[in-house]
């Protein structure tokens, strides 16, 4: 009798555990699933909205396959096969935009001769046709900001409120005669006598170096419009009537010249005029 007992017990027993196993077998293939459909719904994320593959499956246009054809000559070895980059070398250029390759690469900085600090303004390697085809080609990459057509971007602009714009958010770096100045780290903030509208435009919109990004949403077109022709018109053309500039460089210049040339001319006038009497 005990023994039948214990048989029942174990049947029933056994009966109990196959729902609880089968319980367990289910949320096993459960979480399964759904980790297998979060990685699919993550992979299709990533190839909806990564501006890389974009990119590779997008054709490119006669200017952008004509910029990718200089790009592999001259641009591959430091920012890698598609502009995505080579670590201890170059950035990636995904969604820099056209106004970066256009600064960088129309005042000469690109291609850089050395690694240093910062890219210095050299000679273009490339001409004004060509630098337009490699931002074509690195603007259908990925994107990113662009510099409006035409090569004078300030017909229209006002020089008073160019100034006050120029004096807020640029002398403090470039100094109010736009000589530029020293910044930490070795880099500097350079001259802006050199530049052209588009590549002013350029670097107010892409912030090369230490210099902040000046969006549309920061400074409008109108107004920068103003702060072109407010350095086009009043700081490259000033006659400096009050005499020499210094190389416009600001105070400092300006007082050392006076200690060393002001104080000692008139301490040795003080002795001639002592000796005199």
């Not at 029933?12 to 096993?28: D, F, V, W």
């Not at 909806?48 to 004509?66: C, I, K, S």
């Not at 700081?235 to 005499?243: A, E, F, S």
Request: aromatic share 6%; net charge neutral.
């Amino acid at each position: 009798m005990t023994s039948d007992n214990d048989r029942r017990r174990g049947l029933l027993a056994r009966l109990r555990e196959r729902p609880a196993a089968r319980s367990r077998g289910r949320r096993r293939l459960g979480a399964a699933v759904r980790l297998f459909a979060a990685l699919m719904l993550a992979g299709g994320a990533y190839t909806v909205f990564a501006p890389g593959a974009q990119a590779q499956d997008t054709p490119l246009t006669g200017a952008a396959a004509e910029g990718k054809a200089l790009f592999d000559v001259s641009c591959v070895t430091c920012h890698g096969r598609n502009a995505q980059g080579v670590e201890g070398r170059g950035p990636s250029l995904i969604g820099v935009g056209a106004a970066s390759v256009e600064f960088q690469v129309g005042s000469g900085r690109m291609p850089m001769a050395r690694q240093e600090a910062q890219a210095q303004r050299k000679p273009e390697l490339f001409t004004d046709e060509e630098t337009r085809q490699l931002a074509q080609y690195v603007q259908e990459l990925g994107g990113g900001p662009v510099v409006p057509d035409g090569e004078n971007l300030h017909a229209d602009g006002n020089i008073a409120a160019g100034g006050e714009l120029f004096r807020i958010n640029c002398a403090q770096c470039h100094a109010f005669g736009g000589g530029g100045g020293a910044l930490s780290s070795g880099k500097y903030a350079p001259s802006l006598r050199p530049a052209t509208d588009r590549q002013i435009y350029a670097a107010m919109l892409s912030g090369p170096q230490n210099m902040p990004v000046f969006g549309d949403n920061q400074i409008s077109p109108d107004q920068k419009a103003d702060l072109i022709a407010y350095i086009q018109e009043t700081l490259k053309h000033d006659q400096d009537p009050g005499g020499f500039n210094l190389g416009r460089y600001g105070p400092s210049t300006e007082g050392l010249a006076i200690f060393l040339v002001g104080i000692v001319a008139l301490v040795f006038a003080s002795l001639w005029i002592a000796g005199k009497s």
